[in-house]
């Protein structure tokens, strides 16, 4: 859900606080609960909707304030309800995203990156770019730092443009500011560089073997990254269907092969 959008279902403004973002959740719960329209079959399908969207919402604005939408802030808005009213209904989203989810979150941010690298991998290898590299483990580690930080200035204007990159795409998911927009080319590229710089250990292997599990640690516990946090970027991941998922993972295998054949088509054994 657009987060402009998530903001003016909440009643809420851009700047508005974790707790006023809570408080705001509970009050339209409380509200609209179908519960409340048991005697009336139209009204509490209406209701029904307009509790989705009021859950979908919150759920996108607490991503996008950099606060996770902890389990307890559900349970608080329930308990506010009379006893006779049971918990509200997950929303239909949550639903769909679980059907059709065939990679945790973190996995899945993970495997885009990984794409777009290798798809850049796999455009230099056309453009016979390998032939640069010595046919050394310091050339492989040259060449991957040489991707890597090419993808910056890539990656910062494809985001700065549509809000999202090829792998991305094919996960479906977006990037936006703080203004639910995609975000300009100077925070893209800061973006991008922190992307470069703390997640991938500015390209070496060595150092990225190490920053790579921590920034996947940070996602599997449902905090932001450090680079979304200090832009206030939201990554909104839609619903990723079978057919896009096993897409991405075929691209990423074929990418894979095509790239490591093409890097000894050029070093050939003397």
């Known amino acids: 859900m657009d987060i402009k959008k998530s903001f003016e279902i909440l009643n809420l403004n851009p700047d508005a606080s974790p707790d006023d973002v809570r408080q705001a959740y509970r009050d339209l719960v409380n509200v609209w609960h179908p519960d409340r ?16 969207e009021i859950n979908l919402a919150y759920e996108t604005v607490m991503a996008f304030t ?7 802030a559900q349970h608080s808005a329930q308990t506010e309800k009379p006893r006779s009213q049971p918990r509200a ?30 798809l850049l991998a796999l455009a230099l290898g056309y453009m016979d770019i390998f032939r640069l ?26 985001l700065s443009m549509t809000g ?14 703080r203004h639910g927009n995609p975000p300009v080319l ?35 516990r449902n905090r932001p990254a450090r680079w979304d946090v200090a832009g206030r970027f939201v990554v909104i991941l839609g619903p990723r269907t079978w057919v896009r998922t096993t897409g991405a993972a075929l691209t990423l295998l074929l990418g894979i092969f095509l790239v490591v054949t093409m890097w000894i088509t050029r070093h050939p054994n003397p």
């Open 37 to 52: 329209f048991l005697n009336n079959p139209r009204l509490q399908e209406k209701a029904a909707h307009q509790l989705q």
């Open 66 to 72: 950099g606060t996770a939408s902890k389990p307890s």
């Open 89 to 118: 209904p997950s929303p239909k989203f949550r639903f769909s995203f679980k059907l059709t989810l065939s990679l945790p979150v973190w996995v899945a941010r993970m495997t885009a990156r990984l794409l777009d690298n290798i």
């Open 133 to 158: 590299f010595p046919a050394s483990a310091a050339g492989v580690g040259l060449c991957v730092f040489a991707v890597m930080l090419l993808w910056v200035f890539i990656e910062a204007n494809l």
């Open 164 to 177: 999202t990159t090829p792998g991305k795409w094919m996960l479906n998911m977006r990037v936006v500011n």
């Open 186 to 220: 100077l925070e893209a590229f800061r973006r991008s560089m922190t992307v470069w710089w703390y997640g991938l250990g500015a390209g070496c292997i060595p150092i990225t073997m190490v920053t790579l599990p921590i920034v996947c640690l940070r996602l599997i």
